[in-house]
């Protein structure tokens, strides 16, 4: 799997991936940001593990026929164009929530999604769900 984005929300889904790494593996990250980058390989050293390497530029990391999937963990404006990128590339896509900015942009990424074939989805807080309250 690949992160897109590696900022605080980022590095609070890794230390949960990191109690479960016989089950998921983080293979390659996206993140323009060296400050943001250098704070989520922290996490890594702390586990005992080594970080995974850094492909600024998503398109470029794209090309890496070697990824399943990719968890978007970015500000809400790129969700649609990174996810769009993600599925056209055949990845499955997790996102964080927001979905997207708008209703047109979640209609059009789910025909994106049909036409790709591939899984998208959306991590949502279930906390405000009608069985928690």
């Known amino acids: 799997m690949a992160f897109i984005g590696c900022g605080g929300m980022a590095r609070s889904h890794t230390r949960r991936i990191l109690q479960q790494q016989d089950t998921t593996e983080v293979k390659i990250v996206c993140e323009p940001s060296a400050n943001s980058y250098e704070a989520f390989c922290e ?16 398109e470029r990391l ?4 070697e ?9 809400h404006v790129l969700h ?6 993600c599925l056209e ?11 997207v900015m708008n209703a047109e942009e979640a209609l059009a990424l789910i025909d994106v999604r049909d036409r790709s074939e591939r899984l998208l989805s959306v991590s949502f807080n279930g906390s405000m769900s009608p069985q928690v309250i």
């Open 43 to 58: 996490l890594f050293e702390e586990a005992g593990r080594s970080p995974p390497p850094n492909e600024p530029d998503l």
């Open 89 to 99: 590339a055949g990845l499955d896509v997790l996102l964080e929530k927001p979905m």
């Open 62 to 65: 794209l090309q890496n026929g």
């Open 80 to 85: 649609f164009s990174q996810a769009k990128a």
């Open 67 to 75: 990824l399943d999937a990719a968890f978007i963990i970015t500000p």
